[in-house]
């Protein structure tokens, strides 16, 4: 009995592993006659930055792989994020920054391109804004927690050993000393102006006038375009069809998109469930993390 449980075990697992060994071979071919396909079309690149910026590496290869692309004559960014992680907005920045130097690329504003959203913009050769789009929000934001009445309450004690006054700065275990707060602005006011600068850089403006907006507040793309914060209003469509015209491309430019990232089941199956659960925990424990972020 235990030998026939064993032989349907076994016969079950071959099963399954040339399924999915077929399955690979079948999404590679798929993907590869999409990559062919992609590379025969002359037009106008299309790449999306939705939602949170936690991460620039996806963004950054989809432009670099369109820059590659001799067929891709201009690209339109467009942009529907709130903003996000100081580090991941910058490196974006200077890949729009390298890649407008060689290519066109328009961005094209949704609802919401705003705080490290328009950062990331500031570089491109045009911004186009629908009239009602919020954006700017010139600003830097770190928002920390404090736990320590709670951790009293339940009866938990919490013990810190550290190399200097400031190693444990912005703790959720202890209040804020006025030292803590002094070094931890000091940070921010220093991020805030590596903010002015590039968008004066970006946008070609005189760093006063960015500095007399630079205060956080939001602006509508009309708004923005009085102040030079955006060249054009105009839609989505409208943005593709400024990139053909730049590009020199005759009549209605072809969208193209970057092929997706290809996906390693193999490393998916060995980091299983236990990886995604680790990773979720880290995000909601969160951590120091300046941001620029509309709120």
């Keep these: ?89 910058q490196e974006i920045y200077e890949e729009v920054k390298k890649f407008a130097a060689k290519k066109k690329i328009i961005v094209s504003m949704g609802s919401l391109a705003a705080s490290g959203g328009y950062y990331i913009s500031a570089p491109a050769t045009l911004i186009y804004a629908n009239p009602g789009t919020i954006t700017a929000s010139i600003g830097v934001i770190l928002k920390l927690s404090n736990i320590e009445t709670l951790m009293d309450k339940i009866g938990i004690k919490s013990y810190t050993l550290k190399t200097g006054k400031f190693k444990d700065s912005g703790s959720p275990l202890r209040e804020l000393s006025p030292e803590d707060r002094a070094m931890l602005q000091a940070v921010i006011d220093n991020t805030h102006e590596q903010f002015v600068r590039a968008v004066a850089a970006g946008r070609k403006l005189p760093l006063e006038d960015v500095r007399r907006i630079a205060d956080g507040r939001i602006l509508s793309g009309e708004q923005a375009k009085g102040l030079k914060l955006v060249d054009r209003l105009g839609t989505l469509q409208d943005a593709i069809d400024e990139a053909g015209r730049l590009a020199g491309i005759a009549g209605d430019p072809e969208v193209i998109h970057a092929p997706k990232k290809k996906i390693d089941y193999l490393d998916v199956l060995a980091d299983g469930m236990e990886g995604k659960f680790s990773g979720t925990l880290r995000n909601a424990a969160g951590g120091m993390r300046l941001m620029y972020e509309a709120e």
């Design 1 to 89: 009995m235990i030998k026939k449980i064993a032989l349907i075990f076994l016969a079950a697992a071959a099963a399954f592993l040339i399924l999915f060994a077929g399955s690979l071979l079948i999404a590679k071919a798929i993907i590869g006659g999409m990559d062919a396909k992609l590379a025969d079309k002359e037009g106008v690149g299309l790449l999306e930055v939705r939602g949170m910026i936690l991460d620039s590496k996806d963004t950054i290869r989809q432009l670099r792989y369109f820059l590659k692309q001799e067929n891709i004559k201009a690209v339109v960014l467009r942009v529907d994020s709130p903003g996000g992680v100081v580090a991941p907005s």
